[in-house]
């Protein structure tokens, strides 16, 4: 007799994002995302941290939707920019989510700085029914490059090397990026953390 896997919607609609966890997630979990509800309500990052953004999704889409719902909030913090684009990652470049104008501004006020050491941060919530159940966190550190290197990945993977490496997450592979990235770190936490719970 078999069971059906458990459901776990992730409170996004970027494809990206859900394939990747979903990728990460294995066969564990059925990984369904907001695209799966027609009727729900987008909900605004009106956040100033990425845990506040992070803990807006999952309870807004956990009211509308049963089961575990998580969500993430991530980003890329620059050191040599005093942390942005940060939370503003994905609207950096004046456009929600357009990775090219993201990926000009960051070469453009990187130029000519030789500090380059920045680091993808990564926070997970699980709700359910509306409350928080947990968080959790993640992060990888690396450089900004001079320029993109790569065709993989999304959003800065083509401008961001990991400690040890001379590649960029766009030339890595989803294999090797899921197994060190800040999204892969957080997501083992929550993956121990809902196996703990039975």
């Given at each position: 007799?078999?069971s059906?896997?458990?459901?776990?919607?992730v409170?996004?609609?970027n494809?990206?994002?859900?394939?990747e966890?979903?990728?990460?997630?294995?066969?564990?979990?059925?990984?369904?995302?907001?695209?799966?509800?027609?009727?729900?309500s987008e909900?605004?990052?009106?956040?100033?941290?990425?845990?506040?953004?992070?803990?807006l999704?999952?309870?807004?889409v956990?009211?509308?939707?049963?089961?575990?719902?998580?969500?993430d909030?991530?980003?890329?913090?620059?050191?040599a920019?005093?942390?942005?684009?940060?939370?503003?990652?994905?609207?950096?470049?004046?456009e929600e989510?357009?990775?090219?104008?993201?990926n000009?501004?960051?070469?453009?006020e990187?130029?000519g700085?030789?500090?380059r050491?920045?680091?993808?941060?990564?926070?997970?919530?699980?709700?359910?029914?509306?409350?928080v159940?947990?968080?959790?966190?993640?992060?990888?550190?690396?450089?900004?490059?001079?320029?993109?290197?790569?065709?993989?990945?999304?959003g800065?993977?083509?401008?961001?090397?990991?400690?040890g490496?001379?590649?960029?997450?766009?030339?890595?592979g989803?294999?090797?990026?899921?197994?060190?990235?800040?999204?892969g770190?957080?997501?083992?936490?929550?993956?121990?953390?809902?196996?703990?719970?039975?």
């Amino acid at each position: 007799m078999t069971s059906e896997k458990p459901r776990l919607v992730v409170a996004t609609r970027n494809a990206h994002k859900t394939a990747e966890i979903r990728e990460m997630v294995g066969d564990r979990f059925e990984v369904l995302d907001a695209t799966a509800f027609p009727g729900l309500s987008e909900v605004e990052e009106t956040g100033t941290t990425f845990l506040e953004n992070a803990t807006l999704k999952a309870v807004a889409v956990s009211q509308g939707v049963g089961g575990l719902v998580l969500s993430d909030d991530s980003g890329l913090e620059v050191d040599a920019l005093d942390g942005r684009p940060g939370v503003w990652s994905s609207s950096f470049g004046g456009e929600e989510g357009n990775h090219a104008k993201n990926n000009e501004r960051l070469i453009r006020e990187m130029a000519g700085i030789a500090e380059r050491s920045a680091r993808f941060r990564c926070v997970m919530v699980l709700a359910r029914d509306g409350e928080v159940v947990a968080d959790f966190s993640g992060a990888v550190e690396g450089r900004i490059l001079d320029r993109a290197q790569g065709e993989g990945g999304f959003g800065y993977d083509p401008l961001f090397a990991p400690d040890g490496h001379d590649s960029s997450f766009a030339e890595l592979g989803s294999e090797v990026k899921n197994s060190m990235s800040h999204r892969g770190r957080a997501l083992q936490e929550v993956m121990a953390w809902m196996e703990a719970q039975g």
